[in-house]
């Protein structure tokens, strides 16, 4: 038996973006560098992983479906199998997950959900590992099942937590925190509207579209790169300017449209020009495109105007959190 402990319970952040992604890809920052700035919000998937005595059955998970298998080969949840053989788990093992949101909505949830998992196995194993080693098995298992269409954001900033630049390179990963006082991320925070389309997507196909079209999408990427420096510079000013913030948001949603036609739709430019309308100053549609959330900036004064006429979405109310993929229970 490898395991030191019986059960262990994790609480893995989901994130928005703010800037950047697709330069987070592994065939175009290894040539021409990439940089992200996320945060992981309070909005969490749980992970339950405990050694199962049922002798009737090896493997029970629970997640949106129920799989009961004594095989792992068996096991129809790609990211629960992957994980399981790169661990080389022999063992029986009851897994459940809970997410506070619902998955393939752009909040990075596969990507929490497999650094949940493998926190959870470390600890479950009694060893502690760095947080940029747990992003980068993740990631490692997460690209093997999309056929390396995929970015690393996602399972950097659920491991580490917090608002973050992400810098790659070739050469390594850079996590650094944002510099934001707190007074300019409590307006931040105060001035962003949140929205649930009621679309869901499935992300890598969006993203496998995005790498065929790489080659016609260069120019845009670099410009992304432009505008995720901009943010950073507009963030890191004594005074936030909400409506600058807004334009640039505005702008990345227009160039991030231009990388594959399955990034938006008729429903959800509907969505976005009557949010502009309404009063926002810009936005832009979370992960990879096709549905999910949207994220505006708007001066408090024109939140209910908004809302009103935006009513056939769903607001959620959040808030930014330091929190990282963390055990909340382990016995």
Known sequence: ????????????????????????????????GGITVSSA????????????????????LNYSDTEITNNIHNIKNLRIRETLKFFKIKEPLYINTISDIPYNTGLGSSSAF?????????????????????????F???DLITNKSLGKQDHYISAYGGIKVIKYSKQSIKVKSL????KNLSKLQNNLLFFYTGQTRKSHQHLSNQKKNLNKNISNLFMLKDLTYLIINEFNKKQLN??????????????????????TNPVLNKIYNQAIKSGCYGGKLLGAGGGGFFLFTSDKKNHKKVLNNLNNCKRIEFKFTNLSSETIFVN
Request: charged share 30%.
């Open 1 to 32: 038996m490898n395991f030191k402990n019986s059960i262990v319970i994790t609480k893995t952040p989901l994130r928005i973006s703010f800037s950047g992604g697709g330069t987070d890809m592994p065939y175009f920052y290894k040539k021409y």
């Open 41 to 60: 919000i309070n909005k969490f998937i749980y992970v339950t992983i405990k050694i199962h005595k049922n002798f009737n059955e090896k493997y029970r």
């Open 114 to 138: 497999l650094v949940g998992l493998i926190n959870a196995i470390f600890r479950l194993k009694g060893k502690k590992v760095s947080k940029k080693k747990v992003a980068e098995i993740a």
């Open 140 to 142: 490692k298992i997460e």
């Open 179 to 182: 510099k934001i006082s707190k």
């Open 242 to 263: 909400i409506k600058k913030i807004g334009n640039t948001l505005d702008k990345n949603w227009h160039l991030k449209k231009k990388f594959s036609k399955k990034i």
